[in-house]
């Protein structure tokens, strides 16, 4: 009897396992809500949302405003062909929710635009619901008989004809532009490229970034874009992704948390006169 209580007790014992050992570690991406909501309502295919949300993964994932990353390792992740991964890059970009840097040897650099205002989503028109006219108050010709030839009914309320809903004007599509036909655009309206509402100058305040360095940052994007074929929808969202995720590596941060410029921050400040 002995032997089987303790053989009881010893499998009992075993049953026990320590808090600590069945708790599970997780780790998780960071993606702000704005993203994650207006994904939802996005009209994304499978395959292009799939390929957006690898490169969340490859850089928001580490904590990180852009990363080099190659066709074949987005291919990897998604499991897609690298064709279908080229062509959904493609529309992403123009759509303007990613903007395409440097090429190197380990890919393209690759940055998602977090700001969510600056994306253009086709979106299909929304069914219209077709409104039943009344019933018009006309007396049928089959019944009229029916009615005393006292009646006069030349003095009758006709109800005014209804009038269709005036149909929206269709919305229309943001074209692509190189910088220097942007540039002659805004100036002929009268604009300034970057206006002083910008959010890049409240991105650049937070980030402890002068604004010189930013306007340095300026002349380096407007110059290396002018003479070149590189179209965007929206020149405005590629500047404050060029800024966050520093493209041209301009200033860098001391241990007091203060920005110098770098040796290519020197040098373009000395072609533009501006930075230092």
Request: hydrophobic share 35%; glycine share 6%; charged share 25%.
């Amino acid at each position: 009897m002995s032997s089987v209580v303790r053989l009881v007790d010893y499998r009992a014992a075993k049953a026990v396992v320590p808090v600590e050992e069945t708790r599970i570690q997780h780790s998780f991406v960071a993606i702000p809500t704005a993203v994650e909501d207006a994904l939802l309502r996005s009209p994304l295919s499978k395959q292009q949302e799939r390929v957006f949300r690898a490169i969340l993964r490859k850089t928001v994932g580490y904590n990180k405003s852009s990363d080099f990353i190659a066709t074949t390792q987005l291919a990897e992740m998604v499991a897609m062909d690298e064709g279908d991964v080229r062509r959904a890059l493609m529309t992403l970009e123009s759509m303007g929710m990613i903007v395409r840097g440097q090429r190197r040897a380990i890919g393209t650099e690759i940055a998602p635009n977090l700001d969510i205002s600056g994306w253009n989503l086709v979106r299909g028109e929304s069914p219209r619901s077709t409104q039943k006219s009344p019933r018009s108050c006309e007396i049928p010709t089959s019944i009229r008989g029916e009615f005393p030839p006292t009646i006069d009914n030349s003095n009758r309320q006709v109800l005014p004809p209804v009038v269709p809903p005036a149909k929206k004007a269709p919305r229309q599509k943001r074209a692509e532009q190189t910088m220097r036909a942007w540039l002659e655009a805004t100036k002929a309206a009268g604009e300034t490229p970057i206006p002083e509402g910008d959010s890049v100058f409240q991105y650049a305040e937070q980030a402890g970034i002068p604004r010189d360095f930013l306007r340095l940052c300026w002349c380096e994007f407007r110059d290396r874009h002018s003479d070149g074929v590189k179209t965007y929808k929206d020149w405005r969202a590629a500047f404050r992704l060029c800024v966050r995720a520093d493209w041209y590596r301009l200033w860098a941060e001391n241990q007091q948390g203060e920005k110098y410029l770098t040796t290519a921050g020197k040098q373009a400040a000395a072609v533009h006169g501006v930075g230092e």
